[in-house]
């Protein structure tokens, strides 16, 4: 697959609580990410890495994301737009590449991640 699924995201009201829960169902190790309220899982089998965080404001309820794997994002999100999909958010610069959130054409959002040269 030439644009795998690298990463995915699940947000909610305690991100707390969500970290808590995930290590204790699959066993999964976690790390805090330093100034922010998210936690990142890191695969320790060759598997896709994840993260859990707070909403952006109190009133939201949370989302589950998975990222598709991109080197070109600008001409991916292109793409995306020329086939009615849209832009939901971004590109936004993280420290480990830039990330944007698109929709299909029936409103889906998912999101898109290059990674950091």
Not at 20 to 36: I, K, N
Not at 96 to 115: C, D, M, V
Request: proline share 11%; charged share 15%; no cysteine.
């Amino acid at each position: 697959m030439s644009h795998p699924v690298t990463f995915f995201e699940i947000v909610g009201p305690d991100p707390g609580a969500l970290r808590d829960f995930f290590v204790e169902a699959f066993g999964w190790s976690a790390a805090d990410v330093p100034g922010m309220p998210y936690t990142t899982f890191e695969p320790e089998e060759g598997g896709i890495a994840g993260g859990v965080g707070g909403p952006p404001d109190p009133s939201y309820p949370g989302h589950v994301m998975f990222y598709v794997s991109t080197d070109d994002l600008e001409g991916t999100i292109a793409k995306i737009e020329q086939l009615g999909g849209g832009l939901a958010m971004g590109p936004v610069d993280i420290p480990q590449g830039r990330i944007a959130h698109a929709s299909t054409p029936s409103g889906q959002r998912f999101g898109l991640w290059a990674g950091a040269a």
